[in-house]
Each structure stands twice: as C-alpha cells, then as structure tokens.
C-alpha cells in the first residue's frame, strides 16, 4: 500500500463497508418487522387467555409486552383487567391490585377519555382502602402494663440517678441505725 492512502479509498473496501451498511439497513428492518409480527401475537395470545380465564397466562404476555416497549391503551386496559380477574378468582398474589390501579393510570394516560378505565381505576382503588381498614381492624392493640407505662415517663439517665439517690439514702439509713444502737 502507497503512503498517503486511506483505507477507505481503496474501491474494494469501499464495496466492503456499502454492502455491511446495506445489510444492517436490512437487517434492522426485518428485526423490526419480527418485534410487530411477536407483539401482535402476545397481544392476541393476552386477550385469548383472559377471554378463556387463564388470568395466569394473560399477565404473563401483556407483562411480556409492556417489557419489549409495546405501549398501548387496550394492552393497559387488558393487563389491568387480567389483575382484577385474577384477584377475583381468589388466586391473587400480593401486589396485583397495586399493578391492576398502574395499568389503568397508564390507560388513562394514554387515551384520558376512557371511562371504563376510570371506573376500574377507582374500583381498585376502593378495594384497596377496604382491604387496608379491613386489616387495620384485624389488628389487635397491645396496651403496655402500668409497670411499663411509669418507666417509660423518665429516660434512662433520670431512672439512673434515681436509682443511685435510693441507694446512697438507704446506705445513710443503715449507717445512722447501727450508729445509734
């Protein structure tokens, strides 16, 4: 090779780069094509699954789609719905109603004018609160003993000094009893 060339100059490198440019174009394309074909799929594989009541299997893809990016209303709405259902077939896990009031948020964010979305959004939400004072009635209230609630009135330090007071005056009293004796 001649000083002053570049590697690029040459013809047959030239093609070389072309033709990795022209591949990656293509490649690209068809990547993106196989990514719409998938989510057209799960999409469809999520509403089947929630229509037959396998609520399992329809978190799974709607979960699957909303990972590869795949942002629309009816895929919020489904998902959510899918959460519901499974709450309501008492197979819930902690955390799916939580998910369910996300998945309307986002419906509502994507198309506001939903009004089965608001509904579901704020039956969710009602459920929460009920489970919540539900369990906040559930709890027993531990009262401490009155033995607990004197020593809790002073800190440490006071109770200390206290002590060390008492123990001084009682060491003063026997000395002054044998004293006098």
Do not use: N
């Not at 000083?3 to 047959?12: A, I, N, Y």
């Not at 990547?31 to 074909?37: L, P, S, Y």
């Not at 531990?142 to 609630?149: E, G, H, K, S, Y």
């Amino acid at each position: 090779m001649k000083r002053g060339r570049s590697l690029t100059s040459s013809p047959r490198i030239s093609a070389v780069v072309g033709a990795l440019f022209v591949l990656t174009a293509l490649l690209t394309v068809h990547v993106a094509r196989a990514e719409d074909r998938s989510s057209d799929m799960l999409f469809r594989e999520g509403t089947e699954a929630l229509t037959k009541g396998e609520y399992a299997v329809a978190i799974e893809r709607f979960e699957a789609l909303s990972d590869m990016g795949f942002v629309h209303p009816d895929a919020s709405y489904d998902r959510g719905l899918a959460y519901v259902a499974r709450v309501r077939a008492a197979a819930d896990r902690p955390g799916d109603l939580g998910r369910a009031a996300a998945a309307f948020e986002e419906t509502l964010r994507l198309r506001p004018e939903d009004i089965e979305a608001d509904r579901a959004l704020d039956s969710v939400r009602a459920e929460v609160t009920k489970r919540r004072s539900r369990r906040g009635k559930d709890a027993t209230t531990v009262r401490p003993t009155l033995d607990r609630v004197v020593v809790g009135l002073a800190s440490e330090r006071a109770w200390s000094l206290l002590a060390l007071a008492s123990s001084l005056f009682f060491a003063l009293g026997l000395f002054l009893r044998r004293s006098t004796t």
